[in-house]
């Protein structure tokens, strides 16, 4: 679709058995590509959409997002009371200490004008950078953090409990991607909140000119949403400011990341999570 990032894949019926063939066509158009998009898809179903999220990986949930009437699978609806949130460069679960590797998309009703989706291929993005830049970059690592987006909708009591499962975590400012070893940007506007050593103001201005190269429309792909459309993207290369029907896949996410000093790496913990990671499924969903 563009000479960077996107490609829409024909002639696939995704709500039918993926054989191993078709599976490592699939992962390896994701690789060159970063998003790739299906159109048509009228069958597809819950089960389906598990499916195709295995190709790559165990589905996880995303811990923010309203839960679905299956597990696993997450809506977002969005109509004239419920305005959309996420219309800012971002990339989805940097703020975990094992980001996940991608997501699984599936738009179920769409407005008759606007909607679209946008990515960044972060990897072309990082190309683009001068040498002094990038030598400037390498080796330093950032905090991640979801307390200034999604924390905004909680109360301090919340933000506290949710805290011990959701730490702050640090990713290294340029990644390489385990599988094709190419060197990436990965920071973002919502969750990248300061560089490790900087002063606040140069970690300030630096992450800004950074999460710039987001913005430039020659590494951008647009994709117009119709009902039963869907996009698969791989997490790390790209940001994206929207997400439609969500459903993420986990497994090897772009590099390791590791706790910020003082707090706990999150993990199997006895108890139950805090009510904000056990909300119980929407019964009725009105838009996408």
Same mark, same amino acid.
């Given at each position: 679709m563009t000479p960077h990032i996107g490609a829409e894949i024909e002639g696939v019926d995704l709500s039918r058995?993926?054989?191993?063939?078709?599976?490592?066509?699939?992962?390896?158009?994701?690789?060159?590509?970063?998003?790739?998009?299906?159109?048509?898809?009228?069958?597809?179903?819950?089960?389906?959409?598990?499916?195709?999220?295995?190709?790559?990986?165990?589905?996880?949930?995303?811990?923010?997002?309203?839960?679905?009437?299956?597990?696993?699978?997450?809506?977002?609806?969005?109509?004239?009371?419920?305005?959309?949130?996420?219309?800012?460069w971002h990339s989805d679960h940097s703020f975990m200490a094992a980001p996940?590797?991608?997501?699984?998309?599936?738009?179920?009703?769409?407005?008759?004008?606007?909607?679209?989706?946008?990515?960044?291929?972060m990897g072309a993005a990082y190309d683009n950078l001068g040498d002094e830049m990038k030598q400037r970059i390498e080796g330093l690592t950032a905090v991640h953090d979801w307390g200034p987006s999604w924390g905004t909708f909680m109360t301090p009591e919340q933000i506290e409990a949710l805290r011990v499962f959701l730490p702050l975590v640090e990713h290294p400012v340029v990644v390489w991607h385990p599988r094709t070893g190419r060197k990436t940007l990965y920071v973002n506007e919502p969750f990248t909140t300061r560089?490790?050593?900087?002063?606040?103001?140069?970690?300030?201005?630096?992450?800004?000119?950074?999460?710039?190269?987001?913005? *430039?429309?020659?590494?951008? !792909?647009?994709? +117009?949403?119709?009902?039963?459309?869907? &996009? #698969?993207? *791989?997490?790390?290369?790209? !940001?994206?400011? +929207?997400?439609?029907?969500?459903?993420? &896949? #986990?497994?090897?996410?772009?590099?390791?990341?590791?706790?910020?000093?003082?707090?706990?790496?999150?993990?199997?913990?006895s108890g139950r999570a805090p009510a904000l990671l056990r909300r119980e499924p929407a019964r009725r969903w009105n838009q996408v």
């Amino acid at each position: 679709m563009t000479p960077h990032i996107g490609a829409e894949i024909e002639g696939v019926d995704l709500s039918r058995p993926i054989g191993e063939e078709l599976a490592g066509e699939l992962r390896q158009a994701l690789l060159e590509w970063k998003v790739i998009f299906f159109r048509d898809q009228h069958d597809f179903g819950a089960d389906a959409h598990l499916a195709l999220a295995a190709v790559w990986g165990e589905p996880e949930p995303n811990p923010f997002f309203p839960k679905g009437d299956t597990v696993g699978v997450s809506r977002l609806a969005k109509d004239a009371t419920a305005i959309g949130q996420e219309n800012i460069w971002h990339s989805d679960h940097s703020f975990m200490a094992a980001p996940a590797l991608g997501s699984v998309l599936r738009s179920l009703e769409v407005p008759s004008a606007g909607g679209d989706t946008m990515w960044a291929d972060m990897g072309a993005a990082y190309d683009n950078l001068g040498d002094e830049m990038k030598q400037r970059i390498e080796g330093l690592t950032a905090v991640h953090d979801w307390g200034p987006s999604w924390g905004t909708f909680m109360t301090p009591e919340q933000i506290e409990a949710l805290r011990v499962f959701l730490p702050l975590v640090e990713h290294p400012v340029v990644v390489w991607h385990p599988r094709t070893g190419r060197k990436t940007l990965y920071v973002n506007e919502p969750f990248t909140t300061r560089i490790v050593g900087l002063p606040e103001d140069e970690s300030r201005e630096l992450l800004h000119e950074l999460g710039l190269q987001a913005r *430039i429309p020659e590494l951008q !792909v647009r994709f +117009r949403w119709q009902p039963d459309s869907m &996009a #698969s993207l *791989i997490r790390g290369p790209t !940001v994206g400011p +929207r997400l439609v029907a969500v459903l993420p &896949a #986990s497994g090897a996410g772009p590099c390791p990341a590791r706790p910020v000093h003082g707090w706990r790496a999150p993990g199997r913990r006895s108890g139950r999570a805090p009510a904000l990671l056990r909300r119980e499924p929407a019964r009725r969903w009105n838009q996408v």
